[in-house]
């Protein structure tokens, strides 16, 4: 485990890994000065496994992910688990000399995204939160991670019924249950603080900060249903909500020009 000073507040950050990494560096096309960044979820282990929908956005952008694999560091409460990983990714922009981003923030991503937003708006241009967490009321700790389990297993069931993505499903399954044999108490603090994140007040500074943001939601995610994530936002605070079919981590199986598109539309906007 090695141990990090924050480069913007001077925290000490303690993780086993944390860098960017160019998605495709064969590919180095760029209609755009600002890259975009992909945050991912909490049981997609594997940068590798953003490649397949994100290659079409690759024509055209740099696209970047963020590899952090946290340690089992000390904290004392839950909530600052997400403030520390908040703060890492700042601190990974300003050691890269990065000013400005546009990110794809997925489930857990979201609520990375959302805090180190709040706390260097002038980093950030356009958002595009996938499957979010932390967009309703708190829930406890064990209602979201029998969600959670809940809808990985359903998942599963159904790539073996429909024979479809088996190897890739397995593979998050697996990279989930080896994070919690891992690090359990990381991974425990990790689950309170997606289940007790609501970042909707977030969502509103930044939508008045002049980020723009946008959603899309899976028609068949249990662990955070498209019904109730909408219900609990306000859909104003959007350029666009879109809903895609599959489950909550059908996004990273499929190959789609969505994401290309909702930033296209996001691009789109008047200042």
Same mark, same amino acid.
């Given at each position: 485990?090695?141990?990090?000073?924050? =480069? !913007?507040? #001077?925290?000490?950050?303690? $993780?086993?890994?944390?860098?960017? *990494?160019?998605?495709? @560096?064969?590919?180095?096309?760029?209609?755009?000065?600002?890259?975009?960044?992909?945050?991912?979820?909490?049981?997609?282990?594997?940068?590798?496994?953003?490649?397949?929908?994100?290659?079409?956005?690759?024509?055209?952008?740099?696209?970047?992910?963020?590899?952090?694999?946290?340690?089992?560091?000390?904290?004392?409460?839950?909530?600052?688990?997400?403030?520390?990983?908040?703060?890492?990714?700042?601190?990974?922009?300003?050691?890269?000399?990065?000013?400005?981003?546009?990110?794809?923030?997925?489930?857990?991503?979201?609520?990375?995204? =959302? !805090?180190? #937003?709040?706390?260097?708006? $002038?980093?950030?241009?356009?958002? *595009?939160?996938?499957? @979010?967490?932390?967009?309703?009321?708190?829930?406890?700790?064990?209602?979201?991670?029998?969600?959670?389990?809940?809808?990985?297993?359903?998942?599963?069931?159904?790539?073996?019924?429909?024979?479809?993505?088996?190897?890739?499903?397995?593979?998050?399954?697996?990279?989930?249950?080896?994070?919690?044999?891992?690090?359990?108490?990381?991974?425990?603090?990790?689950?309170?603080?997606?289940?007790?994140?609501?970042?909707?007040?977030?969502?509103?500074?930044?939508?008045?900060?002049?980020?723009?943001?946008?959603?899309?939601?899976?028609?068949?995610?249990?662990?955070?249903?498209?019904?109730?994530?909408?219900?609990?936002?306000?859909?104003?605070?959007?350029?666009?909500?879109?809903?895609?079919?599959?489950?909550?981590?059908?996004?990273?199986?499929?190959?789609?020009?969505?994401?290309?598109?909702?930033?296209?539309?996001?691009?789109?906007?008047?200042?």
């Amino acid at each position: 485990m090695s141990k990090k000073t924050n =480069a !913007l507040d #001077g925290r000490v950050c303690y $993780e086993e890994g944390a860098e960017f *990494i160019k998605l495709f @560096p064969e590919k180095d096309n760029k209609k755009s000065d600002v890259p975009v960044l992909v945050i991912f979820g909490w049981g997609a282990r594997s940068l590798e496994q953003y490649k397949k929908p994100l290659s079409s956005l690759s024509k055209t952008r740099i696209v970047l992910g963020i590899n952090t694999v946290f340690g089992a560091s000390p904290l004392p409460r839950s909530s600052d688990t997400y403030k520390q990983k908040a703060y890492l990714l700042l601190g990974e922009l300003v050691s890269h000399g990065i000013t400005k981003v546009d990110v794809i923030a997925c489930s857990e991503g979201a609520i990375i995204s =959302a !805090l180190a #937003g709040s706390i260097s708006p $002038e980093m950030f241009r356009n958002i *595009i939160f996938v499957n @979010p967490a932390g967009f309703g009321a708190p829930r406890s700790t064990g209602e979201f991670i029998f969600a959670y389990v809940k809808e990985l297993f359903s998942g599963v069931k159904e790539a073996l019924v429909q024979k479809t993505f088996w190897k890739k499903t397995f593979r998050v399954c697996n990279g989930t249950i080896r994070r919690f044999l891992t690090h359990p108490r990381r991974s425990f603090l990790e689950a309170s603080g997606i289940a007790g994140a609501d970042v909707r007040q977030d969502l509103i500074f930044l939508k008045n900060k002049g980020i723009r943001l946008s959603l899309l939601l899976a028609k068949e995610d249990s662990l955070f249903p498209p019904k109730k994530v909408r219900s609990d936002t306000e859909d104003n605070l959007f350029v666009e909500i879109r809903e895609s079919e599959g489950r909550h981590s059908s996004f990273i199986f499929n190959e789609t020009d969505t994401v290309v598109e909702m930033l296209s539309v996001l691009e789109n906007q008047k200042e």
